[in-house]
């Protein structure tokens, strides 16, 4: 069973940083595309910023360059989002997707319907 787990929102200010994480289960972490999205009230969910655990591959949305940053940790089958300068326009649910088994670093980016497994979320509040 594929399990996807966040954790680390929470709330601050303007300007200040979090760390998410996101433990994946099975072998769902092992060569695949892993990737965060968010979704604030009332809008659609984007794609934030995923990563090919198995060579690398990152892709990162425009409006997160620079403040955002993915990594991995194999040991511990873990996909960070490490989030600095944060705005009150990333106040937002959080969350942590996976591509299907088998997926190519070629596909590896921040369009939703390449997605099939999703976590929960973590809830991100930035204020002003």
């Known amino acids: 069973q594929v399990q996807l787990v966040e954790s680390g929102g929470g709330s601050v200010q303007t300007g200040g940083s979090l760390r998410l994480s996101c433990a994946a289960s099975g072998s769902i972490y092992t060569s695949n595309c892993i990737g965060w999205f968010r979704q604030a009230p009332g809008k659609e969910r984007e794609g934030v910023t995923s990563i090919y655990t198995g060579g690398g591959y990152k892709y990162t949305a425009d409006s997160v360059k620079g403040r955002f940053a993915i990594s991995q940790d194999d040991a511990k089958n873990t996909v960070y989002l490490q989030m600095d300068s944060l705005q009150p326009d990333d106040t937002a649910m959080y969350y942590c997707?996976?591509?299907?088994?088998?997926?190519?670093?070629?596909?590896?980016?921040?369009?939703?319907?390449?997605?099939?497994?999703w976590g929960q979320g973590t809830q991100v509040t930035v204020s002003s």
């Open positions: 997707a996976a591509q299907n088994y088998g997926s190519s670093w070629r596909s590896c980016s921040g369009a939703l319907a390449d997605f099939a497994y």
